[in-house]
């Protein structure tokens, strides 16, 4: 079949064989064709509205040594913080002066946040913000936990599978995680009444098209509200520190194919993407993207939160990222919007 039938085909059955779909991700022949069948998917469902997240990255110490990550435990030279409660509702008021609705709370793996802690966190910001979404990204807990957030106020889970392929997951992650307790948290969530957001990083070390493949299965048995995808970069510090960074053109291949698999997903345009391209955003969101999760943390700590190499918007504040976003989803013909942004669902085909 030819890579336009295939685009077609994608568009209308959401759907395509194992070596249909690998045929379309390992050539780039009709990326335009793809981006553009892409956007007129997410414009069918979302219109030209690019949602806003504000995102508070709030604690940088981890008990996991994921091998790709810059905040591994294992890495000595990393210099660790913490936000305080009434850091982060600061940094809240910031973001609603400024029109986020919603509030992602992401951190490592840290067990000084307990769950009183974080229900106590959830529970402020939900008083004083009724009219926000809370998204929290704090890694695999029990069952219990994500229900006692969800009851202090929490709406919506971010937590990415990183890769769907057991084999693929030995060889990134240390024997003490495990896939199977991953997709355990993923469905718990899902369970509990989160919007819940996966997704897996592009080019990881060993990372194959058939793993790839088996990362859309996953999100097809899942059936997340989000999708987050971006390019795996390396870091100094982690045992990857050899491996080279993942591709661009491949992440916004996969952001169009995941808009035509979930037409109504919500899709970062991620900050790894604009890491690795000056354009990086605007790519994904002509890509499909529909969603951008602009920095609200404390332009101090900005820096430390350091997953991979390089990132960008470290020495901004809040507001200039707010006004320097809206004018590039602007420039790419799309339209910033402070909704909430939940995810539409499908009415019953
Ligand atoms: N490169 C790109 N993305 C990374 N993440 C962690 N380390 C890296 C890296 N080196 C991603 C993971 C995680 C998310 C918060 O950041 O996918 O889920
Ligand atoms: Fe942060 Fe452009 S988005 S400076």
């Not at 979404?133 to 202090?152: N, Q, R």
């Not at 491996?243 to 995941?258: D, M, P, Q």
């Not at 920095?295 to 939160?305: A, D, H, I, T």
Request: aromatic share 10%.
């Amino acid at each position: 079949m030819s890579n336009d039938t295939l685009i077609e085909k994608l568009s209308a059955e959401r759907n395509l064989s194992d070596g249909e779909l690998k045929e379309l991700l390992d050539s780039k022949e009709s990326d335009q064709s793809l981006f553009a069948a892409a956007d007129r998917k997410r414009r069918e469902i979302y219109g030209d509205e690019v949602y806003l997240r504000g995102l508070i990255e709030f604690t940088n110490h981890c008990r996991n040594n994921c091998y790709y990550c810059g905040i591994r435990c294992g890495n000595k030279s990393a210099e660790r913080y913490r936000l305080g409660k009434e850091d982060i509702l600061a940094c809240c008021d910031e973001g609603y002066r400024l029109g986020f609705r919603t509030f992602v709370l992401q951190g490592g793996e840290d067990p000084f946040f307990t769950d009183d802690k974080i229900c106590d966190i959830v529970y402020a910001i939900r008083s004083r913000f009724p009219d926000c979404a809370i998204t929290l990204s704090v890694g695999e807990k029990s069952k219990e936990s994500y229900k006692s957030f969800f009851d202090a106020g929490a709406n919506r889970y971010l937590l990415r599978h990183e890769t769907a392929s057991e084999e693929h997951y030995r060889r990134l992650h240390p024997e003490n995680m495990s896939l199977a307790n991953r997709k355990r948290c993923l469905f718990d969530l899902k369970e509990i009444g989160y919007q819940v957001g996966s997704g897996f990083m592009v080019g990881s070390p060993y990372q194959t098209t058939d793993n790839l493949i088996e990362d859309l299965r996953f999100l097809q048995s899942l059936k997340p509200d989000m999708i987050g995808i971006g390019p795996y970069i390396t870091h100094e510090q982690t045992p990857f520190s050899s491996f080279t960074n993942g591709g661009v053109e491949l992440t916004l291949r996969l952001i169009s194919v995941l808009r035509l698999m979930f037409p109504y997903a919500l899709i970062p345009s991620t900050t790894a993407l604009g890491t690795l391209h000056p354009q990086g955003r605007e790519l994904g969101l002509k890509a499909g993207a529909n969603v951008v999760m602009p920095n609200l943390s404390p332009v101090e700590v900005r820096k430390l939160y350091s997953l991979y190499e390089n990132k960008i918007c470290t020495g901004e504040e809040a507001a200039q990222c707010r006004g320097c976003l809206e004018r590039r989803i602007s420039e790419a013909g799309y339209k910033a919007v402070t909704a909430i942004g939940n995810v539409k669902k499908e009415q019953k085909r």
